[in-house]
């Protein structure tokens, strides 16, 4: 079954830190942030200074982001 908006994860606050769960890559991102009208997050890779988007259901999430410092 699939949430509703009533049942979607509330998003990550701006200026917290989360850790990539991706063994893949080597990432601390901050959220710069949010844009709720299109349910989207302004992140901040640290380690690349590179700036991108992600979808909000990934945070706090198995294999998304892990929080290591809130605002």
């Given at each position: ?38 349910r ?25 982001y ?6």
């Amino acid at each position: 079954m699939l949430p509703t908006l009533n049942e979607a994860k509330p998003y990550p606050t701006v200026g917290s830190r989360w850790k990539d769960l991706d063994r893949r890559v080597k990432c601390t991102i901050q959220v710069v942030r949010l844009d709720t009208a299109k349910r989207r997050v302004r992140i901040h890779c640290i380690e690349t200074d590179v700036l991108s988007w992600a979808k909000p259901e990934r945070f706090g999430k198995s294999g998304g982001y892990i929080l290591i410092q809130s605002r």
